[in-house]
């Protein structure tokens, strides 16, 4: 007998053929260069040097809300951002997927619906799907020129809302593009969302890491909701690790402060001991991110040298981890995604992965800077041969 499976689970439980071949050479102990990696660690970046020391205790005073220091650190962070935060509307998850779900629990009933961008990050749609809600997915345009900006087509967007639309996701700055959103069109998002009571849940993980002189993303001028954590402002996916807080355009409403305690009671899933070595990061935020942010400036030099009047066209980002290059090509970019993995052992995404319409490979700017060169040059190569 089959088991039901329920219609958020409409997609093939096959994995896809990259999946496949990288366990494959995984199993076999092959050799990648992994132009994926999420994590400096991997990368090999080391900073344990200023990694405090994880508490060996008992101690345990469980808070929805989470420990006070660490709160108070996550405050003073954003106040040298410019921004000044409630402290009574802030809160600790597990990370920024834990936020996103209790987010969503939290303001949607099955079967409301919810506005994606694309390209954009994966993840959202799955957490929404598990919730039963209806995504819908809007695609941004790209405004080329020396002040290039990513934009949301107004109309397309009114044209996706419903009485049901609860909730308007936005990553602010976007992966893998690294892009924020052009000031005039941010205003006339701001003003349909609005008109139609619709909360904007915006993840600014990469907020920290910018390339350009474009400043710190602004808050919005709505109800809105602000995500981050340590597994980028520290580079430290592991350690799990994350916050969200609320921004109310006038009055604070109390009751939804009361119900996301309710629902955080529920998990209490932030480990303790990480809560209390949590606050001690802060004071290294400078040392940690300034390594990083010299691979990824040593990465995106090396592109702009390797990758002039090429048939690889790369999106230089404002900010993040990830770099988008165009490719011109009558092949998927999933295909030749897979025959970089099988034949060169170079495992990179296919722009599908993120919702691309465009040929478009996405590759992380942490990655070691020889094995992202060697890399190039072999993917330049086989472009010169006419793919
Ligand atoms: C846009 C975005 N948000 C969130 C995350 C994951 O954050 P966390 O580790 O806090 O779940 C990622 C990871 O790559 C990401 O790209």
């Known amino acids: 007998m089959n088991w039901p499976v329920p219609d958020k ?25 992994d132009l994926t990696i999420s994590s400096p660690y991997r990368g090999g970046l080391d900073f344990r040097e200023y990694l405090p020391k994880i508490p060996i205790t008992e ?36 990370g920024t997927s834990e936020s996103i779900s209790v987010l969503i629990k939290l303001f949607t009933n099955p079967g409301d619906e ?9 993840l959202f749609e799955e957490l929404l799907n598990w919730e039963s809600i209806r995504v ?9 020129g020396i002040k290039s900006f990513w934009r949301i087509n107004i109309p397309s967007l ?38 139609h009571g619709i909360l904007i849940v915006l993840d600014e ?16 001028d709505v109800n809105s909701i602000y995500l981050n954590g340590i597994s980028k402002k520290f580079g430290l996916p592991g350690w799990k690790l994350g916050w969200f807080y609320i921004k109310w355009k006038e009055k604070k409403d109390k009751s939804v402060l009361d119900r996301m305690e ?51 066209r790369p999106f230089f980002p404002d900010f993040g981890w990830y770099i988008p290059l165009k490719v011109e090509t009558g092949f998927s970019t999933e295909r030749l995604a897979e025959f970089l993995l099988y034949h ?14 465009e040929k478009f490979f996405v590759i992380s700017l942490l990655s070691n800077e020889e094995d992202l060169q060697s890399s190039i040059v072999k993917i330049k190569n086989l472009f010169n041969q006419k793919l």
């Open 262 to 312: 309710h629902i955080l009671d529920t998990y209490l899933n932030v480990s303790y001991p990480i809560q209390l070595a949590g606050s001690q990061l802060f004071q290294f935020r400078e040392a940690i991110q300034s390594r990083i942010r010299n691979r990824l400036q040593t990465n995106l030099d090396r592109l702009r040298n390797e990758l002039k009047d090429e048939s690889i």
């Open 205 to 220: 993980v990469f907020s920290d890491y910018n390339h350009t002189n474009k400043s710190y993303p602004e808050e919005w």
């Open 344 to 357: 060169e052992d170079i495992y990179l995404y296919p722009g599908e992965f993120f919702g691309f319409k």
């Open 136 to 144: 819908k997915k809007l695609d941004m345009e790209f405004q080329p």
């Open 9 to 33: 689970f409409s997609f093939p439980a096959e994995e896809n053929e990259l999946s496949r071949i990288l366990k494959s050479k995984k199993r076999n102990h092959q050799k990648i260069i």
């Open 59 to 94: 101690e345990y005073f469980p808070d929805p809300k989470g420990e006070s220091n660490l709160l108070h650190s996550i405050l003073l962070d954003y106040h040298s951002h410019g921004r000044s935060v409630e402290p009574d509307s802030i809160f600790l998850t597990s």
């Open 114 to 122: 919810a506005i994606l961008l694309s390209p954009g990050y994966p």
């Open 158 to 195: 009114e044209k996706a809302i419903t009485s049901k639309t609860k909730l308007f996701f936005l990553v602010q700055p976007n992966n893998p593009t690294g892009m924020t959103l052009n000031p005039d069109n941010k205003r006339e998002v701001e003003m349909l969302l609005e008109k």
